[in-house]
């Protein structure tokens, strides 16, 4: 093996690349953002210490989901920061349609607060073992045949426990 083969998280981002991308570009709805993203991660992944990772797969597609939300953060605030500029050097907008509405702002921010501590709840009040399974697949992203190794259960035993799940969630929701 050379020196300068990827070891720890560089060699497993290599390995998991093509997979990296898809979900950036998913997210993200850009190729060329979702390239630009997978260099980032490809930087943090070389510049990691190696050290101990229970899962270096999953860890490395939660990084690749905080680099989207901080680029998503960062629109808002240019935006904002732009729209302020604007504001000082050419006065406030002119007509109705041009200023935001503020009240929208904060029923919407309500709205998503308490819909998302709905299903924050609706997942803690899951069964064990569909909880466990619906924490790895949906927000650990990991396979199927992945969280059945994790969790010493059967692929069909995972299929299981995440169709519960969901359903508890949908019913959890709906009302």
């Known amino acids: 093996m050379a020196d300068d083969a990827p070891s720890g998280l560089a060699a497993l981002f290599e390995a998991h690349r093509a997979e990296l991308l898809r979900f950036l570009a998913a997210r993200t ?7 630009d993203l997978a ?15 229970a899962n270096g797969r999953a860890y490395l597609f939660r990084v ?5 939300l901080d680029q ?3 629109r808002v605030r240019r ?21 935001p509405d503020a009240r929208a702002d904060i029923e919407g921010a309500a709205f998503e607060r308490e ?9 803690a009040n899951l069964p ?33 426990h995440i169709a519960l799940a969901m359903r508890h969630l949908r019913a959890a929701l709906s009302d």
């Not at 819909?115 to 997942?123: D, H, K, M, R, Y």
């Open 64 to 68: 690749a989901n905080n680099l989207v």
């Open 128 to 160: 064990e073992g569909a909880r466990r399974a619906f924490r790895l697949h949906k927000i650990d992203g990991l396979s199927h045949a992945e969280v059945a190794a994790e969790l010493g259960i059967s692929k069909s035993g995972v299929e299981k």
């Open 29 to 35: 709805g850009n190729a060329v953002e979702a390239e």
């Open 115 to 123: 819909e998302a501590a709905l299903l924050a709840s609706a997942i």
């Open 79 to 99: 935006q904002k920061r732009d729209h302020s500029w604007h504001a000082a050097e050419y006065g406030e907008p002119g007509t109705a349609g041009d200023a």
């Open 39 to 53: 260099q980032e991660l490809w930087l943090r992944a070389h510049r990691a210490p190696s050290g101990p990772v």
């Open 72 to 74: 998503v953060r960062e």
